[in-house]
């Protein structure tokens, strides 16, 4: 396994598009596994394929503290939402940034396992964000796209300049 580089906002790469994916082969497993590797390293509890510039329609979750249950998701969609609610979030590709974002309560959602198996499922709380988080990902959206326009551009602002003072001191 290997641990992929993370796409960072505003890399336009993080606005493509992610294709179905039409084969569950050994390229997609060892994609997933690799993803939920770099997953770990970061601390995240959740990635998209395309945050590490793969642009297919794949999902590795895991809300648990240990690191041991994995959800892959292959093309994963919404079949419904219902209420809503507020969490704060952060984002593998926005490191240390939180916001408050709002999304559905509830989710209905139906995606392919690893073993080719289709699979519908409801998801509530931290998991069913997760997963509107992550497929937003798979579509080119960010959770800052839900933040104000002034929001983002200071954000934008704040992320180009630590990125310079990053590479100046290289």
């Known amino acids: 396994m290997a641990i992929l580089e993370v796409l960072h906002f505003p890399d336009t790469r993080l606005r493509k598009k992610a294709a179905p994916v039409e084969t569950i ?8 596994a690799n993803m939920l590797e770099t997953m770990y390293a970061e601390r995240g509890i959740g990635i998209a394929a395309t945050q590490v510039n793969v642009q297919k329609r794949v999902v590795v979750i895991d809300l648990s503290e240990q690191h041991n249950s994995p959800m892959y998701l292959i093309n994963p969609e919404i079949i ?52 509107q988080h992550e497929i937003d990902h798979l579509n080119g959206k960010l959770f800052i796209d839900y933040l104000s326009p002034l929001k983002r551009q200071r954000l934008r602002k704040k992320l180009e300049k630590q990125e310079k003072l990053q590479v100046q001191t290289l």
Do not use: H, W
């Open 25 to 32: 082969d050994t390229e997609i497993k060892t994609l997933a």
């Open 80 to 131: 419904k939402g219902e209420g809503t609610e507020q969490m704060q979030e952060g984002c593998l590709s926005v490191p240390g940034y939180f916001d408050l974002v709002e999304r559905a309560e509830k989710i209905t959602f139906r995606y392919i396992n690893l073993d080719g198996e289709s699979i519908m499922a409801d998801a509530d709380g931290l998991l069913a964000v997760c997963i």
